[in-house]
């Protein structure tokens, strides 16, 4: 058995101009079979073994170990890494149940918008003369356009209903007249309280200081109070405009118990809504009415076709 190679001499048959060559391969081949002995023999745990191997060439020097997993495409630690875990927004939106909470709460929302705007509607349908009553003597019931005035100081904001069997009292009463189609017209004062628009008290004139008493029945709080200014029809015979034709009131002071209201209109020949005032709540048991301006219309004679009354509360 020949003894150990030399690394030192090639073999006779490697050329002369490849020994250098030879020899530093030849040498790279013992040092790792040397590498791999040790890795067969490990040292006990206690010793430490720190080999250091020299290489005339540092190109041909491998790379050392690298210790912990390897990373692709950054060099953070654990710590620097973003958390992945889903926000909570996402938890419910991934969730069975995202659709059907979507759903209710939709609906809850259309819900309450319907209830604000039933709401706001109520409101108004309890101010409408249609649901105290005031309609036009028409086949068809018409209700009697109106309006809201601006309200004084102190007014009374919360719902009103209109006051029913007023009894309404004033001195100065015009004769019964004839329609157009021959009918008979009265102009009592009980016609201003009937709930009907196109039925009227009138009197000859101006009637400026024509006071009318409302006598309520028994004391309760009013909170509004309102009229038509005048003669609110068109005969169906001749298509007169009755409103037009008579005059029109324009200025009324209203007494309710300790209560002062003066109370403006236009006068204008086509505003014939009743026109609604809040008043401050204020327990009375008769409302009484002083005309104090009119408007001069072709046939001087004043008339009012409703008076209104709101019950507070």
């Known amino acids: 058995m020949s003894g150990p190679t030399n690394p030192g001499s090639p073999p006779p048959e490697v050329p002369e101009e490849f020994a250098d060559a030879y020899r530093a391969a030849y040498g790279r081949a013992l040092a790792a079979q040397t590498v791999g002995q040790h890795r067969e023999d490990p040292a006990p745990p206690d010793e430490v073994v720190d080999e250091v191997e020299e290489y005339d060439d540092p190109a041909e020097r491998p790379l050392p170990r690298r210790g912990g997993p390897l990373r692709v495409g950054t060099h953070r630690t654990t710590e620097e890494y973003d958390d992945d875990s889903p926000t909570w927004f996402e938890g419910i939106r991934d969730s069975t ?53 601006k309200p004084g100081k102190g007014a009374w904001k919360g719902n009103v209903t209109r006051v029913e069997d007023v009894q309404a009292k004033v001195g100065c009463t015009s004769k019964p007249g004839v329609e157009a189609d021959g009918e008979p017209a009265s102009y009592e004062a009980s016609n201003l309280t009937d709930g009907v628009a196109d039925t009227t008290w009138r009197c000859n004139g101006k009637a400026i ?36 034709e008579n005059n029109r009131v324009r200025r009324v002071r ?37 005309i104090l301006a009119v408007k001069r219309g072709p046939r001087n004679k004043t008339a009012i076709s409703e008076i209104q009354i709101g019950r507070a509360g």
Request: hydrophobic share 40%.
């Open 209 to 244: 200081g024509v006071q009318i008493t409302l006598r309520l029945g028994e004391e309760i709080p009013v909170g509004q109070v309102g009229l038509v200014p005048g003669y609110a029809k068109t005969d169906e015979t001749d298509n007169t405009d009755r409103f037009a």
């Open 254 to 290: 209203w007494n309710i118990g300790d209560t002062t209201i003066v109370q403006r209109m236009s006068g204008a020949p086509d505003d014939r809504n009743l026109q609604l005032v809040r008043v401050p709540r204020t327990r009375a048991d008769k409302v009484e009415l002083e």
């Open 97 to 149: 149940w995202f659709v059907p909470l979507l759903l209710a709460l939709l609906a809850l929302l259309l819900i309450l918008g319907a209830y604000a705007v039933g709401r706001n509607i109520a409101g108004r349908v309890d101010q409408s003369p249609k649901s105290d009553g005031l309609v036009v003597d028409s086949p068809d019931g018409e209700v009697q356009p109106f309006t809201n005035q």
